[in-house]
T-cell receptor, first 112, second 112 residues
Framework: GNSVTQMEGPVTLSEEAFLTINCTYT??????LFWYVQYPGEGLQLLLK?????DKGSNKGFEATYRKETTSFHLEKGSVQVSDSAVYFC???????????FGEGTQLTVNP | DTEVTQTPKHLVMGMTNKKSLKCEQH?????MYWYKQKAKKPPELMFV???????INESVPSRFSPECPNSSLLNLHLHALQPEDSALYLC???????????FGQGTRLTVV
């Protein structure tokens, strides 16, 4: 079956620090990979995605590269802001359907 | 229009009430979903509609009854709920295939 493992949180950083949130996966078939962000009291927003090996997804200064050899899709940002404080979910979807398999989520808090 | 709109935003209902959650999208997506999210957890898939037909029911209790009146609308009818059903209910839509999903803001449901 499919599964996603994210680094445990919570993660607390100071403004302008470098962010990495690790994500690894197991999948049957060839997955597409996603990062979603959830701000307090809101739904999930698609942050970025990658559909094949070595693709790099990027958005709002966040990046993640699809690494098939290590089955990973780590999220990075060079300089975080207070407004980046949220929960981040790594997810995958396989050829067999549209359903998403989510990781447990990582709570990020950025302090001024 | 890249939005998924859910109403109401908040709902409080008694265990004997009947209520409905509504979801609307105008992106031409042919797959629509209901997810349930408890605090500090990832979303859990409940139902998937594909071309307005129910394609996946994740063994959800019959007190939750989904309906897809047309390709833009998705409803979730609620009846005789339990306090443990209190959660954030998220609607999502996507193109068919592993392309990720767009989520609404959710309905915060409290069962008293």
């Amino acid at each position: 079956g499919n599964s996603v493992t994210q680094m445990e949180g919570p993660v607390t950083l100071s403004e302008e620090a470098f962010l990495t949130i690790n994500c690894t996966y197991t999948a049957t078939g060839y997955p597409s990979l996603f990062w979603y962000v959830q701000y307090p009291g809101e739904g999930l927003q698609l942050l970025l995605k990658a559909t094949k090996a070595d693709d790099k997804g990027s958005n709002k200064g966040f990046e993640a590269t699809y690494r098939k050899e290590t089955t990973s899709f780590h999220l990075e940002k060079g300089s975080v802001q207070v407004s980046d404080s949220a929960v981040y979910f790594c997810a995958l979807s396989t050829d067999s359907g549209s359903r998403l398999t989510f990781g447990e989520g990582t709570q990020l808090t950025v302090n001024p | 229009d890249t939005e998924v709109t859910q109403t109401p935003k908040h709902l409080v209902m008694g265990m004997t009430n009947k209520k409905s959650l509504k979801c609307e999208q105008h992106m031409g997506h042919r797959a629509m979903y209901w997810y349930k999210q408890k605090a500090k957890k990832p979303p859990e898939l409940m139902f998937v509609y594909s071309y307005e037909k129910l394609s996946i029911n994740e063994s959800v209790p019959s007190r939750f009854s989904p309906e897809c009146p047309n390709s833009s609308l998705l409803n979730l009818h609620l009846h005789a709920l339990q306090p443990e059903d209190s959660a954030l209910y998220l609607c999502a839509s996507s193109p068919l295939g592993p392309r990720g999903a767009f989520f609404g803001q959710g309905t915060r449901l409290t069962v008293v």
